[in-house]
T-cell receptor, first 114, second 111 residues
């Protein structure tokens, strides 16, 4: 069975600085998707970024980028130029290529200080 | 265009009471999902429906039933609520080969 591990329960960063959130996963599959979701205090789950395992190029969305290391089964999220609005819980998630099920990590709470 | 809506937003039940959580989507997506979120555990899949008329168990289905009433609506029923079902419940939808979109959640407390 696939598992997703987020080993950092909490992280903090100063406004305008860069922070990296870690995620590792375990799978025997070769085709899958990886996601980072943001959950602000409003509880709404918001997709931040998505990576297809077959793509070697790391996904980027504005200030958010990933470092996808398939052999190491690592999928970290880098937030550049951090803003106060980035403060939230961040969840890493895995989905097999041919299934409907998302498997989530336990989350990392990010605090952003002015 | 409301996306994914959930009702109610908050609910308090006594042990043994029953209730149904409602989810509706206006995005014409085929797949719908129910998750629960507990502190320190991330989201766990309760049930999902790949298409109208079909439902399947997820990781934690015990104590719940679901109904995919039509393409728009997917309800989650607690027949006899227990304190262990105190949680935040999320509905989500997905179109094939795309990411899941989540509703705003329902906070349920069972006393």
């Amino acid at each position: 069975a696939q598992t997703v591990t987020q080993s950092q329960p909490e992280m903090s960063v100063q406004e305008a600085e860069t922070v990296t959130l870690s995620c590792t996963y375990d799978t025997s599959e070769s085709d899958y998707y990886l996601f980072w979701y943001k959950q602000p205090p409003s509880r709404q789950m918001i997709l931040v970024i998505r990576q297809e395992a077959y793509k070697q190029q790391n996904a980027t969305e504005n200030r958010f980028s990933v470092n996808f290391q398939k052999a190491a089964k690592s999928f970290s999220l880098k937030i550049s130029d951090s803003q106060l609005g980035d403060a939230a819980m961040y969840f890493c998630a895995y989905r097999s290529y041919n299934t409907d099920k998302l498997i989530f990590g336990t989350g990392t709470r990010l605090q952003v200080f002015p | 265009n409301a996306g994914v809506t959930q009702t109610p937003k908050f609910q308090v039940l006594k042990t043994g009471q029953s209730m149904t959580l409602q989810c509706a989507q206006d995005m014409n997506h085929n797949s719908m999902y129910w998750y629960r979120q507990d502190p320190g555990m991330g989201l766990r899949l309760i049930y999902y429906s790949a298409s109208e008329g079909t439902t399947d168990k997820g990781e934690v289905p015990n104590g719940y039933n679901v109904s995919r009433l039509n393409k728009r609506e997917f309800s989650l029923r607690l027949e006899s609520a227990a304190p262990s079902q105190t949680s935040v419940y999320f509905c989500a939808t997905r179109e094939t080969n795309n990411e899941q979109f989540f509703g705003p959640g329902t906070r349920l407390t069972v006393l």
